[in-house]
């Protein structure tokens, strides 16, 4: 790139998760076409995604000299370094993801001149409808240059504070998910992948899956995913214990290999109360799973699957309805494999190299609109 563009993303770190994956992606990317790329953190954690070594990685969090400041001279300190950070790099654009780190961006690059693109990546009910949220959405958003979303369902939620020039973009798959060979004979087993976390309803799930396991004895329930620490876990490991199912219900523990463990699994089921765009659903349809989910807000899983084409869809917090949809596709295995089949199909809009495309388009069009 002959005018090499400068980019600068902003997020709290780039420890493993949704949010930090993707960002990890796009810079890496970026990097690779040439863009001058900075990822500016709150922190650097132990476990992070890997940066292309022409990416520069910085902090512009707190110090150890901070700890003593009160709330508000902290957060206005958070913001005086960001600020900084992007008076030193001079990016043509700065790009936020997520909560607190969209509203430090817009606040740091007040009267500077630079674009800011934020990036919604979660359900906006319970995340940005809290008192702050109520003030700054409002103050902040309509100074954003544009915005990319997952879902509509977002973007119809901050579409009054927001430029009409906003995008939905989806999350890009992982490489390792793309074109992996379907298995030779599937499992009489129900796969699951996620943290194991209170709003992604595992205890309703198993509650569902013992309806099924009176019916078809000989299939089994994995559950792939970390232990996220709220407690979920020892409800799930209680809840196995008291039903006297710890032969054919495994806590499994969190796994770098999903694309093979989860490959010949007979069906996957997702029963998340809420989700922004989940990245576990969708390597589960690249893979060719036959999929139940629940069918949450903030519309993620309707963004991805089609009801009875490529995946069912059933209501949130509804275990008679989870246990019909498994007990569906493990009695009708035709169908099963057809709705599998077509779920393959999410490579084609959610390629990595397809996603990253549509980002760089957007934001070039937002770097030369405010060139101009």
């Keep these: 790139m002959s005018d090499k563009r400068k980019i600068l993303f902003h997020i709290n770190c780039l ?14 990317k970026f990097a690779a076409e040439g863009y001058d790329v900075t990822v500016a953190v709150e922190w650097i954690g132990t476990n992070e995604y890997e940066l292309d070594p022409r990416i520069s990685h910085v902090n512009v969090g707190l110090l150890k000299s901070d700890e003593s400041k009160g709330r508000v001279s902290q957060y206005l300190t958070r913001i005086r370094r960001l600020r900084a950070c992007i008076r030193e790099v001079k990016p043509d654009i700065v ?6 780190a969209i509203y430090r961006a817009l606040m740091a690059a007040c009267g500077m001149k ?6 919604i990546r979660t359900n906006p009910a319970g995340h940005y409808d809290g008192r702050m949220d109520r003030y700054m959405i409002p103050l ?15 973007k119809e939620w901050f579409s009054p504070y927001l430029k009409d020039n906003c995008r939905i973009i989806l999350n890009p798959l992982s490489e390792k998910y793309v074109g992996v060979e379907p298995p030779k004979k599937r499992r009489k087993c129900v ?14 799930m198993v509650d569902a899956f013992m309806e099924v396991h009176e019916k078809h004895p000989d299939w089994s329930l994995e559950l792939y995913g970390a232990d996220s620490g709220d407690g ?5 490991t209680e809840k196995i214990k008291d039903y006297g199912a710890g032969d054919f219900v495994r806590l499994c523990g969190d796994s770098d290999s999903l694309e093979t463990v989860l490959n010949d699994g007979g069906l996957y089921v997702f029963s998340s109360e809420w989700e922004g765009l989940p990245n576990a659903l969708m390597e589960a349809m ?19 699957i089609t009801d009875g084409v490529d995946g069912l869809l059933v209501p949130i917090k509804d275990k008679e309805a989870l246990a019909a949809g498994m ?4 009695e009708d295995r035709n169908l099963a494999e057809r709705l599998g089949n077509n779920a393959r199909r999410i490579v084609e809009r959610a390629h990595p190299d397809v996603v990253h495309e549509q980002w760089a388009a957007y934001v070039e069009e937002i770097i030369s609109s405010h060139k101009g």
């Design 191 to 204: 796969v699951h992948s996620g943290r194991i976390v209170d709003f992604k309803y595992q205890p309703m």
């Design 232 to 236: 979920t876990w020892e409800i799930l």
């Design 140 to 154: 902040l958003f309509p100074g954003a240059a544009g915005c990319v979303f997952q879902t509509t369902g977002q």
């Design 114 to 119: 630079v674009p800011v693109l934020i990036s």
């Design 15 to 28: 420890e493993h998760g949704g949010a930090e994956r993707v960002v990890s992606n796009l810079a890496n």
């Design 327 to 330: 007990l569906r596709l493990i």
């Design 95 to 100: 790009i936020a993801f997520a909560h607190l």
């Design 286 to 304: 690249a893979l060719g799973l036959p999929i139940v989910s629940t069918d949450c807000p903030c519309g993620g899983p309707a963004t991805l």
